[in-house]
């Protein structure tokens, strides 16, 4: 019967290739596309393909399924813990005593599509995750651990360091820090050197250094006065002894 039905199911879509005025019977729906990619578990048996894919609480698998538009499942031996019924996320089990399809076979996972667009879509995003990276350099675990912790109600922001939001260091000892910083360009008003404030200068009783034509900064002279009003026994810029008399 099943035979009959695929066969027929292929009959339909290879009129409706040929003729696109083809009408399919009614009761017709298109034939899902399948990918079946295999996990590398006989090559990798310590690297947890199982949690990288499906992620806490299922959520990295239902992100996948909704990005793509497609329905992704882990089947295969060692997809169900022992003694548990063969149940996969987004399936529906079988009450009938059969076997779920591919549950003898090597651990792999099931990619169903609507088209081939989203069919390669999703395959691409799978075979991202079956590529072992070390573990202080796999990002998408880390990403994983942090959404199980903020699920548990565990996550801590100081376990993370603020300017790159990685765990490990703290943001003082980040190895991004200064990465973007650049020296003030600023000179002394009284030397014009850069390495010193003005107020460290030991030149600055000589007053701030003439500009051009002889003048000083009427920004820094204004600065200045402020300054200086606020000490009684300093004069303003440029102000003369005798001038106040």
Known sequence: QEKL????????EKAMKLNPLFRPPPGYRPQKLEKKIFIPV?????????G??????????????????????IRGRGSV????????????GRND?????????????????DNQES??????????????????????????LRELAAING?????DYCRLCGEMGHKMWSCPERGKGWKAAEVSCI?????????SDCVHKDKGPMQGPGGQGNPLDEEYLNFMNELDPNKRPVGQQPGDDL
């Open 154 to 158: 565990t996550l801590r922001d100081d």
């Open 81 to 92: 813990k022992e003694g548990k019924r063969p149940h996969h996320a987004g399936d529906q």
């Open 190 to 198: 009284y030397c014009g050197d850069k390495s010193h404030p003005s």
């Open 97 to 113: 005593g059969k076997p779920v399809p591919g549950e003898n076979e090597d651990l792999h996972v099931l990619i169903t599509a």
């Open 52 to 73: 990288l894919i499906v992620g806490p609480r299922g959520n990295t698998q239902k992100k996948m399924e909704k990005e793509t538009g497609t329905k992704i499942l």
């Open 5 to 12: 039905q695929k066969e027929r199911q292929e009959l339909i």
């Open 119 to 144: 069919l390669e879509k999703a395959a691409a995003m799978v075979q991202a995750l079956l590529v072992p990276v070390d573990e202080e350099k796999n990002e998408h675990k880390k990403q994983q």
């Open 42 to 50: 006989k090559e990798h048996p310590t690297y947890n393909f199982f």
